[in-house]
């Protein structure tokens, strides 16, 4: 309901009632489920365009990247949820294992894509960890999307990746005995080739809108930067 508003004032009257929610029910109650990680994603998102004053993307972004860890979203489902205790597997519902659902794949590329940018815009943490089943995930979204929404988070991730093999964390370009090591001017080039291509592929529709045009040119400004 808060970022669904149009009144920008409405949006922030709410931060109050949703911070007293995120408390209660993660922080005290230690709940963990698909849509209180939603919202935190959303309320995460949100803080970065209106909260400029003590922002909290980051503290909210790791917040919700350990509830997803605590559910499993990163990896595949197993046999039956669980949580270690003093190195010890605790069985807390045993179930069939089965296939993810869209919901539960968009949420984890969509917890990909907000730690990346909490990554660009504070230089904080870095994104969480790209991985062969994220790839997966990835695929799947983009040949079962639901809507152009769907289109234009996977075309953001696309971008953020190709971004990413110029940027400096170790977790994406290892350092070499301790020295950063600059893009050459072949890499550029190339990196900058594959936005395009991204580009390319997209639909007009998609294309036309303003969330993608920034995500766009961001990634090309930073790599030729």
């Not at 922080?27 to 909260?51: M, P, T």
């Not at 869209?102 to 940018?117: D, N, V, W």
């Not at 870095?126 to 799947?140: G, V």
């Not at 093999?165 to 950063?180: C, D, H, K, R």
């Amino acid at each position: 309901m808060a970022l669904s508003s149009k009144q920008i004032s409405q949006q922030f009257a709410m931060e109050e009632t949703i911070w007293r929610i995120i408390s209660k029910r993660i922080v005290c109650e230690h709940l963990a489920n698909l849509d209180l990680l939603i919202g935190l994603i959303c309320f995460a998102s949100w803080s970065h365009g209106f909260k400029m004053d003590k922002p909290f993307m980051t503290m909210l972004t790791q917040m919700a990247v350990s509830l997803a860890f605590e559910l499993g979203l990163h990896k595949p489902p197993v046999n039956g949820a669980q949580r270690c205790k003093f190195g010890r597997s605790v069985a807390e519902q045993q179930q069939a294992r089965r296939e993810r659902t869209l919901e539960e794949r968009r949420t984890i590329l969509a917890l990909f894509h907000l730690s990346s940018s909490t990554w660009t815009a504070f230089r904080k943490t870095e994104p969480i960890r790209w991985t062969a089943y994220m790839q997966e995930c990835l695929q799947t979204l983009s040949e079962q999307g639901e809507s152009h929404l769907d289109a234009i988070l996977v075309a953001q991730i696309k971008y953020q990746l190709i971004f990413h093999q110029a940027e400096p964390f170790a977790s994406v370009q290892p350092f070499l005995e301790g020295t950063q090591k600059s893009p050459s001017a072949t890499l550029i080039t190339a990196l900058l080739r594959q936005l395009g291509e991204v580009g390319d592929t997209l639909p007009a529709n998609v294309k036309s809108e303003s969330e993608l045009n920034i995500s766009t040119k961001l990634p090309e400004k930073n790599v030729e930067n």
